[in-house]
Structures are given as structure tokens and as C-alpha cells.
């Protein structure tokens, strides 16, 4: 593979879930054989935490899920130890209410990666907290009520929080807020929230995640290319992950992103 101008190592996924987060498929061995099938050295299981949300449907781990979730990981290391470096990490969904809940519950283990993002937003018009990467029409139907420019701005506001005050390693799908809406843009005050959170990542020493999901969803990853950029510009590390919710989708997509790292010098 000719050299890339970014130094980030493709083969390492450092975003994969389970079924274990309801929303998943697929078991933790399934997706280790997937890995190892695609020649990657290193996988790590990134599962979901969320604490306070409103919502009908879990898409998140409870704490005996994580219970299981280490039990199993701790097998299939030793399993698969000559063939595959597994790491076990959680993306925490940041929900300010409950900041103090979750740096307790981040605490209470011993993570080789701690993700932060953010999926949950409460809206005083609506029932539910609304999810901000759901595809079902009622999300982006409320959404759109709701203002998506106004949303937006307290997407990266809210991300801005969670670095700040979290023990965050990775800042996972940075823009992936309202992903599914139609003709989706960033105003500059959008651009300018968003050098604010990665002079907040910068200053933590964290990593932003180059998401492959989004090459299928909008044709190019998470972040957007002038964030790369502008991550690039901080000398901030990137690092891959495909989002995968099913084994197949390991390292999905990562046979692009030399093409499109080569677009930032």
C-alpha cells in the first residue's frame, strides 16, 4: 500500500458493537472471526452506555450486559491470542443530566478505549428524548419540528461538554448528528463549534475516529472532509473504525480511505 500522507493504521477497527446493544447482530466470537478473516491485527469492541434516556427502545448495554461483555472478551483473548490483539471499550453516550452517573459507571472498570459521542437529545416538546442518528421518520419528523439548525448547534455544544469533562480516549462519528436528514449542511457556526471541540480534543490528548459508516450513508465517512482537515491541522491522531453492527461490516470500507486521506495534505 503506497504511503499515506496521515498516519493512521488500517489495520485496526476500533469501532465494532454486538448484539449484546440490542440494535446489533451477531455474536462477540462472530465478529473476532470476521477480523481475522479480513487480515486485521487489531479489534476493538466499542459497546454502547447510556444513562438517563427516554426512549423506546434500548440500544444501549446494561450493566450485567457489561458484565457478560468482559467475561466473554476476557475468553476470546485468550482464545485468539496469537491471532488477534482484541480490545474491549465502551462509547459513551454523554447525557449532561446524568454526567456524574456516568463517570462513576466509566470508573467501576478498566476500558482499553473510551468513546465518546452523543445520541439522545431531550426536547421539552416531546415525550421521548429524540435520537439523533435514527433513520425512523418520527425522529426526523420531530427533528425537523424541532429546528435542525438549533439541534445542531446543541449537538457539538453537548460533545464539547462530554470532552471536557469525561475520561475520554476517541471522539466517535464527530458529525454524524442528524445523519439521515435530506440535504443535511453546516452553517459557520456549526465550523466554529466544531474547532472549539477539537481544540477541546486536542487538549485532551484524545483521538478522532475516521467512521467508515458514512460512505454508505451520505458517500464519504464521518467526520466530513474539512473536519479531517481541520483535526489534521491540530496534529490530532486518527484512528479507523467501521461502526459495525454485524460481523460481515468489520473493516468495512477501509480499502477507501486511502483515497480519501490522500485529499489531505
Not at 452553517?187 to 485532551?204: E, N, T
Request: with cysteine; net charge negative; aromatic share 10%.
Amino acid at each position: 500500500m503506497t504511503e499515506l500522507p496521515v498516519r493512521i493504521d488500517l489495520h485496526y477497527d476500533n469501532h465494532v458493537h454486538t448484539c449484546l446493544c440490542h440494535h446489533a447482530a451477531g455474536t462477540m466470537e462472530e465478529y473476532v472471526l470476521a477480523a481475522i478473516k479480513k487480515g486485521l491485527r487489531r479489534l476493538v469492541f466499542l459497546e454502547h452506555m447510556e444513562s438517563g434516556i427516554d426512549y423506546f427502545d434500548t440500544t444501549w448495554l446494561s450493566e450485567r450486559d457489561f458484565d457478560d461483555f468482559f467475561r466473554e472478551g476476557d475468553r476470546l483473548r485468550e482464545s485468539y491470542s496469537g491471532s488477534l490483539e482484541i480490545g474491549l471499550g465502551v462509547e459513551v453516550g454523554f447525557n449532561p443530566t446524568c454526567r456524574d452517573e456516568l463517570i462513576e459507571r466509566i470508573g467501576k472498570r478498566t476500558w482499553d478505549q473510551i468513546g465518546i459521542s452523543y445520541h439522545y437529545c431531550r426536547h421539552p416538546d416531546f415525550p421521548y428524548h429524540l435520537n439523533l442518528v435514527s433513520r425512523k421518520e418520527w425522529n426526523i419528523k420531530a427533528i425537523n419540528q424541532a429546528g435542525c439548525d438549533r439541534i445542531l448547534h446543541q449537538y457539538f455544544d453537548t460533545l464539547i461538554e462530554a470532552v471536557h469533562c469525561l475520561p475520554g480516549t476517541l471522539l466517535c462519528h464527530l458529525d454524524a448528528g442528524l445523519r439521515y436528514l435530506p440535504d443535511l449542511c453546516f452553517s459557520q457556526g456549526h465550523i466554529d463549534k466544531v474547532a472549539v471541540l477539537l481544540d477541546a480534543v486536542k487538549a485532551k490528548d484524545m483521538s478522532v475516529e475516521i467512521n467508515t459508516s458514512g460512505i454508505a450513508i451520505r458517500g464519504e465517512p464521518f467526520p466530513a472532509a474539512q473536519f479531517v482537515k481541520m483535526a489534521i491541522d491540530r496534529e490530532i491522531s486518527l484512528v479507523a473504525g467501521s461502526d459495525a453492527h454485524k460481523p460481515e461490516d468489520v473493516g468495512r470500507y477501509f480499502d477507501r480511505l486511502p483515497d480519501f486521506l490522500r485529499a489531505y495534505p
